[in-house]
């Protein structure tokens, strides 16, 4: 131990060879609390516009559905516009697919992201693993 004694005999001119961890363990509470309180200031919305991304385009496969989900909120099945019910029994279908179909889901930059969290929830209940979002890669560079 480092404690100091009393004694003021030859014991005392030896180095301290312990090293002294209060210091270290205040500093590290210090950042503890510094870090609790400031991490729930981090966690701000940023606004950004998700459909513009710049990338490769994809080659699709002919075994691939096409949804799409426009401003009002329609959905299209390749094209045929279709209601929320057809949509599911269709999925389930896709779902039992051996193997099963690729989904890729184009949604209007203006439509609410209620709508095409919902067409996700719906692919992935009916079972299927393979969901991609399409976006536009010509459009525009991040500045």
Same mark, same amino acid.
């Given at each position: 131990m ?14 301290m060879? #312990?090293?002294?961890m209060i ?8 950042l503890?609390?510094i870090?609790i309180?400031?991490?729930p200031?981090?966690t701000?919305a940023v606004k950004i516009d ?6 490769a385009?994809?080659?699709t496969?002919p075994?691939?559905?096409q949804?799409?989900i426009? #401003?009002s ?5 390749n094209? #045929?516009?279709?209601d929320?019910?057809?949509l599911r #029994?269709r999925?389930?279908a896709?779902g039992?697919?051996?193997?099963q179909?690729?989904?890729?889901i184009?949604a209007?930059q ?6 095409v ?7 992935a209940?009916?079972g299927?693993t393979r969901i991609g ?6 459009v525009?560079q991040?500045h």
């Open positions: 480092a404690f100091g004694s009393f004694d003021s005999g030859a014991g005392s001119t030896r180095p060879a #312990e090293i002294n210091p270290l363990i205040d500093v590290m509470l210090v503890l609390v870090f309180i400031t991490a200031l981090l701000h998700l459909p513009k991304a710049t990338s385009p994809n080659l496969k075994e691939n559905i949804l799409a426009n #401003e909120g329609t959905i299209f099945w094209g #045929e516009s279709v929320r019910k057809t #029994e999925l389930a896709a039992r697919q051996e193997p179909p690729e989904v890729h184009r209007d203006a439509a609410r992201y209620r709508w969290a919902e067409v996700l929830a719906d692919s209940s009916a299927l979002f399409v976006s536009d890669p010509d525009g991040l």
